[in-house]
């Protein structure tokens, strides 16, 4: 018995020796001075317990700089890096079992009170820091896959959300751009940065605000930033990544003719230096993983493609997303400073877009009127190839410790094809149908356009004075050469009746802009900014159609063909007081403008001037009571002016069953806008809040009035009309437990929109609430990651005009993600979206699908830089993309067949001058 | 230049240098002169006979000692009185002085208690206190110090500033612990206080972190508290006693 009691004891007093052995942190590090280059010695280093800031010990860096300070249970606790020379360091630590050992290289002091204050946080070994406003996040510290890019690496950020769009939000607040280096990267197009380049290249991703140069007009509207800084040696040398798929033609492509292999290629080379950058990329692809670039919008300047708001009976079609795609993206960036302090850079870039995407898709969609409702049933077959060329260039100088000059061209050379093919069932109420039409448009449309814009940007000596003077010129020109073939069926009169036709468009326009803009100090914390912006621009459409006569497309139609010009001179000017502290930001101003517009009808030399004066006041104030909480209300005004292809006076026929002419008197909107915000994040904990409304009305809105004939054909056009608006309100939250390994993402939406249209002389107001809750958790642990994502959303629209459309819908979405990586550098990735539509519409389709995808992978060679991978998109073979949108008094279910199961064997190489695995490195600065 | 111009910018230039220099240097030797005061009032206010002879006017008793450091030893002695403040009658005896050896990488201290007039020896491991990091800073004699705290017992606090400037982690009496020295020492009522009037940066003398402990009596901590608890009952309260060691 005494035997065993001793053993007991014994094995108690072992395992409580070997955990507190094993349970001792451990921080190692080498600390420099504020150069990053001397090491630091007998800077004090001392462990104090966040809990009840007790002392848990303390060192003296060597020599060299280096320290190790260990001797205590794991634990959470700040260090505090002392040295007289410097200011204090400060790094939270999150101590746990597979974060207990933690080595800093390279830790830079800040100077004597010059630097903002800088706090670092170690959490499962991520530092997390803010730099005055800049909230910074080193990119080692966050584990992502072998092969990873940037989006990879953004998912893993605390307070950071990517959608399934690539919009990126940090703290619920949205970001508007993504630079590299500060600087852009391919374009304006985020998803270039996030998904081209290598995780690993990239030291820190830095989060701050910015004053938007891009704006005309010199507002002193801030834009969040995503700053990717890249790491030293990825600035030196270079890496590179090469991969490539197929699925070896062995995936039969439903309902499409042929075995068509799926592919996807990537390669991707960079050679950086110092001064000067390289980077090479191409992309090749034909499955839905291709859409790394978001649809190059406004290409043509053909707005029949475009579905900003008036082809509601074709939702989505500006997505490619939805069909089959084929891309091809390759582009080159090139960078070098010159001068003898390298004031000067220059930056070239050039790319090239090849774009296919063959969609097929159906919809359905109920028309409601007072007296009667319209059924039409269209499928549709589009295919288009859009093709471009673009080329930036951007020169910028600092001519002067004050004075810095921008030299911005850009040119994009556009090429198009679109061949689409459209058949209709019209049906009226009593379910019979009357008409059956078939159209086919097929267009050829080449494009030029630039932008320029010449910047000159001054400081003094006097401090907060400054001077902004800018030119832009904005040109487009585009030419569409097209042919219309329609058949109709009148089922009920018996007859049919075909339109065969030629149609050119010319389109161009021209616009300049002149802009200064002066701040002045008038007190230590008050500023006034006088603005002055000068706009005279023309544009021109011009549209002949003509008719197929004896072989030759000869037969002039005037009704469908027009001269149209439109030259606007704009002047405005105003000024906004600015009151801003460490904490408080407060500006209010008032513009006033005045717009002179003449609409010429070439043709028949009629001309409609407006002169449109508008007081535009603005209003913001902004609370930060720290760097990681804010609170903002922002109210501004401004005015839009409509599109050329609404105002020409002329027919649109490129679909006979929805026609639409322009409105030469359509008047700019004048829209009023109000958003609130409040955001709060903990750097300690982890919890972060986000919060926040806004409320928009619309005065002379544009808004779509219709007739309808008997068939349910429509002709549009767009008109005027008073009390548009939107509201809504959001919060979300996110909770993390468990040292950050489980992390709670509940959140909230709600919103209220009101929009009038006219269905022949009778207003229709359509009032849409929805309101969509959500609750997102996700997992982390070593090698096991899980997402788990649900959003109900329940929609009720009331249209004015017909009571019938009034049917409230509800969408489900549910879905969990797990990544499991096994020690032998096998790899286990699954996914699972389910979606219900819930639409109790009449004869409407409910909906409901499970996507389920499936990726195993293994790494090979000695870096581990190979990796092979199976995937498998759709197992279930599940996929369609539908939607339903209720616009005016149109209520629309749409789907298109999008690309479902397949499989794919991928390989993926990984390269870099110093021909070590990736991963390596974990040092930063 | 007149050559006066030239000397005076050049005296004011060494000025600068040898201010900065003490603003953003570290100490690794020399010497901090400590002054102690103590409120006699506070110390010994609930003990009735010694409330007829506290008064107002003599409840302080200010002493100095001084503190010579190196990276590895220190010792804390007192600095002898001059003839004023030593005319403080019995008064003297209500306050100890004693001498503290510490070797800081052995961890071991050598006392010389001064009990009433005689002297005892210990040597003992050094105290190893849970200090409490606070925000609050202050500068004292020129370097900037933080405050820490030490939980004594249920009912008192000691508070200590420490200046990691000073790197050898050494403080008064016993005193040791923190990152760097500690300037100022108090307990939470304020009945006593030591506080540095002087930090100079210097070599030691010769010898001075020596002792010698041939033909000594030697105690440990303990055992000596034992043995004055036995033999002093009748004299000195335990609370006192225990207040004496607390500050080894």
Not at chain 1, 135 to 161: C, I, M, N, Q, T
């Amino acid at each position: 018995m005494d035997f065993f009691k001793r053993l007991f004891l014994s094995l108690v007093a072992f395992f409580i020796c070997a955990t507190a052995q094993a349970q001792n942190m451990k921080i190692t590090g080498t600390l420099y001075d504020s150069s990053g280059t001397q090491p630091l010695h007998q800077a004090m280093i001392m462990a104090v317990r966040v809990k009840d800031s007790v002392l848990l010990g303390f060192t003296r860096s060597q020599k060299n700089g280096t320290f190790i300070l260990t001797g205590f249970p794991i634990d959470t606790f700040s260090i505090v890096i002392a040295h007289p020379r410097f200011d204090d360091k400060f790094i939270y630590v999150f101590g746990n079992k597979d974060n207990q050992e933690i080595d800093i290289p390279s830790v830079r002091m800040p100077e004597h009170s010059k630097e903002l204050q800088e706090v670092m946080i170690y959490a499962n070994k991520n530092p997390i820091y803010y730099k005055g406003d800049t909230l910074v996040y080193v990119a080692d510290s966050f584990k992502v896959a072998e092969g990873a890019v940037v989006e990879d690496l953004l998912k893993k950020l605390p307070g950071l959300k990517i959608d399934k769009d690539g919009k990126i939000t940090s703290q619920g607040q949205e970001i508007s751009k993504v630079l590299v280096d500060g600087d852009e990267f391919f374009g304006s197009d985020p998803t270039v940065a996030t998904k081209n380049l290598a995780a690993d290249g990239i030291e820190t991703v830095q989060i701050y605000e910015k004053t938007d140069n891009e704006t005309i007009g010199g507002s002193d509207e801030k834009i969040r930033v995503l700053d990717l800084k890249l790491k030293e040696e990825a600035k030196k040398g270079y890496f590179g990544r090469i991969s490539g798929a197929s699925d070896m033609a062995l995936t039969p492509l439903e309902d499409y003719s042929g075995s068509r292999p799926f592919y996807e290629g990537e390669l991707l080379f960079n050679k950086f230096n110092s001064k000067q950058k390289i980077s090479v990329f191409a992309l090749g692809s034909n499955t839905p993983r291709s859409s790394f670039g978001r649809g190059d919008l406004n290409k043509f300047g053909l707005s029949n493609e475009n579905g900003a708001n008036r082809n509601f009976w074709e939702p989505n079609n500006s997505d490619n997303t939805s069909g089959i795609p084929q891309t091809l993206k390759a582009g080159i960036y090139y960078s070098d400073k010159f001068g003898k302090k390298k004031n000067t850079e220059m930056l070239f870039n050039y790319s090239f877009y090849n774009d296919r995407l063959d969609a097929r898709s159906s919809s359905r969609s109920q028309y409601f009127l007072t007296d009667t409702t319209y059924f039409t049933e269209d499928s549709t077959r589009n295919y288009s190839e859009n093709e471009s060329h673009k080329f930036n260039l951007s020169i910028q100088s600092q001519l002067d410790s004050l004075t810095l000059l921008e030299f911005k061209p850009s040119i994009s050379i556009d090429k198009g094809l679109t061949n689409s093919a459209n058949f209709n069932d019209f049906t009226g109420e009593t379910g019979i149908e009357s008409l059956s039409t078939h159209v086919n448009n097929d267009n050829i449309s080449k494009g030029l356009s630039t932008n320029s814009t010449l910047r000159l940007y001054r400081k003094f000596m006097k401090k907060r004075r400054e001077l902004e003077v800018r030119y832009d010129l904005i040109t487009t020109d585009n030419k569409t050469d097209g042919k219309l073939n329609t058949s109709s069926e009148y089922k009920l009169l018996g007859i049919t009746d075909s339109v065969d036709q030629n149609k050119i468009n010319y389109n161009s326009s021209t616009s300049h802009y002149g802009t200064v803009s002066y701040f002045e100090p008038i007190s230590k914390y008050w500023k006034v900014n006088v603005n002055y912006l000068y706009e005279y621009g023309f544009s021109n459409q011009l549209k002949e159609t003509n008719d197929k006569v004896n072989g030759i497309y000869n037969g002039f139609r005037a009704e469908f063909s027009n001269n149209f010009g439109n030259t606007r001179v704009q002047n405005r000017g105003g000024a906004e007081m600015i009151y801003e502290t460490g904490k408080h930001y407060l500006s209010g101003g008032l513009y006033f403008r005045n717009i002179n517009i003449y609409n010429n009808n070439l043709i028949s030399n009629v001309v409609i001037n407006q002169n449109i004066n508008n007081y535009l006041p603005k209003f913001k104030y902004e609370y930060k009571p720290s760097i990681s909480k804010r609170f903002t209300v922002n109210y501004n005004t401004s005015s839009q002016q409509p599109a050329i292809a609404d105002l020409q006076p002329v027919q649109d026929n490129s679909n006979p069953n929805r026609i639409q002419v322009g409105n030469p008197d359509l008047k700019p909107n004048y829209v009023h806008r109000v958003n609130v915000n409040f955001n709060t994040w903990n750097a300690l904990s982890g919890k972060y809040i986000w919060s926040g409304g806004s409320f928009n009305l619309t005065q002379n809105g544009f808004a779509t009035q219709t007739t309808f004939d008997v068939f349910g054909r429509t002709e549009s056009k767009t008109i005027n009309v008073d009390g548009n608006m939107s509201a809504n309100v959001f919060a979300g939250a996110g909770y993390p437990i468990l040292d950050r390994k489980i992390e709670f993402q509940p959140s909230m939406s709600g919103s209220f929109n009101r929009f009038k249209s006219y269905v022949g002389s009778q207003e229709n107001v359509t009032d849409n609430f929805a309101i969509t809750p959500e609750f997102d958790i996700d997992f982390e642990w070593d090698s096991l990651e899980i997402s788990f994502e649900s959003s109900y959303s329940y929609n009720n629209p009331i249209s004015s005009l017909s009571s019938v459309s009034n049917t409230p819908f509800s969408i489900t979405n549910i879905s969990l993600g797990v990544d499991w990586k096994f020690p032998n550098g096998v790899g286990v990735k699954v996914d699972g979206n389910y979606t219900k539509n819930n639409q109790p519409g009449r004869g409407f389709y409910d909906t409901e699908y499970f996507v389920f995808n499936a990726e195993i992978n293994k790494k090979f060679l000695k870096t581990q830089n190979l990796t092979v991978s199976l995937l498998g998109n759709d197992l279930l073979n599940q996929n369609i993309n539908a939607t339903r949108t209720v616009n005016g008094n149109a209520v629309t279910d749409f789907r298109t067949t999008i690309i479902s199961r397949y499989f794919l064997l991928k390989a993926n190489y990984r390269f870099n001058n110093r021909k070590m695995k990736e991963d390596d490195f974990k040092g930063w600065y | 230049m007149t050559l006066k111009a030239g000397i005076n910018r050049f005296l004011l230039f060494t000025g600068l240098l040898i201010v900065g220099n003490n603003l953003f240097s570290q100490i690794n030797t020399g010497r901090i002169i400590f002054e102690r005061k103590t409120n006699l009032k506070k110390r010994y206010g609930d003990n009735p006979r010694m409330k007829n002879f506290i008064t107002e006017e003599n409840k302080y008793r200010t002493e100095n000692f001084e503190l010579f450091f190196n990276d590895t030893s220190c010792v804390f002695r007192p600095i002898p009185e001059d003839e004023a403040s030593s005319q403080q009658g019995f008064m003297k005896f209500l306050t100890n002085k004693n001498t503290v050896y510490q070797n800081l990488n052995k961890k071991e201290k050598f006392i010389i208690i001064d009990l009433w007039g005689t002297s005892a020896y210990i040597k003992d491991t050094m105290d190893k206190r849970s200090w409490k990091i606070t925000e609050s800073t202050r500068n004292i004699s020129g370097y900037n110090c933080r405050k820490a705290i030490w939980q004594m017992n249920d009912s008192t606090q000691i508070y200590a500033w420490f200046s990691s400037d000073i790197v050898p982690s050494v403080g008064p009496e016993g005193f040791q612990g923190l990152p760097g020295a500690i300037l100022g020492m108090a307990t939470e009522d304020g009945g006593v206080i030591y506080f540095a009037k002087d930090v100079k940066q210097m070599e030691l003398p010769t010898g001075i972190l020596q002792y010698d402990a041939k033909g000594k009596d030697v105690y440990t901590e303990e055992k000596l508290k034992v043995m004055l608890k036995e033999r002093m009952s009748q004299w000195v309260k335990p609370k006192d006693l225990e207040a004496m060691f607390v500050w080894l």
